[in-house]
Nanobody, 124 residues
Framework: QLQACGGGLVQAGGSLRLSCLASGRTFSSYFMGWFRQAPGKEREFVATLSRNSGNIYYADSVKGRFTISGDNAKNLVYLQMNKLEPEDTAVYYC???????????????????WGQGTQVTVSS
């Protein structure tokens, strides 16, 4: 079970920090990451952290503004979002790839566990 929190309403240029806790059972994972979905749009990749290599990947649209980090021992992943823009408004989902699937890390199908989503609204 994944529980995400930290969303809210913020003015453009502001910051928010999202947190996601993976609880309920112990599992290993390939990736822990974040996706977002704006109204009328498909779910899109934001950032992910490889549990094995420690490599981090970002969508071009958030590079330099967002930072993903994690605590492997506690099954926590964070998303620090700075310099927020109205275009960042969306429901943000944390996701875990706990099993191998033949999809890229930036594809939703790579992930088998999903949180409930937390709303982020950025006003102009």
């Amino acid at each position: 079970q994944l529980q995400a929190c930290g969303g809210g309403l913020v003015q453009a240029g502001g910051s928010l920090r999202l947190s996601c806790l993976a609880s309920g059972r112990t599992f290993s994972s390939y990736f822990m990451g974040w996706f977002r979905q704006a109204p009328g749009k498909e779910r899109e990749f934001v950032a992910t952290l490889s549990r094995n290599s420690g490599n981090i990947y970002y969508a071009d649209s958030v590079k330099g503004r967002f930072t993903i980090s994690g605590d492997n021992a506690k099954n926590l992943v964070y998303l620090q979002m700075n310099k927020l823009e109205p275009e960042d408004t969306a429901v943000y989902y944390c996701a875990v790839a706990s099993q191998f699937r033949a999809y890229r890390f930036d594809q939703p199908r790579r992930y088998d566990l999903w949180g409930q989503g937390t709303q982020v609204t950025v006003s102009s």
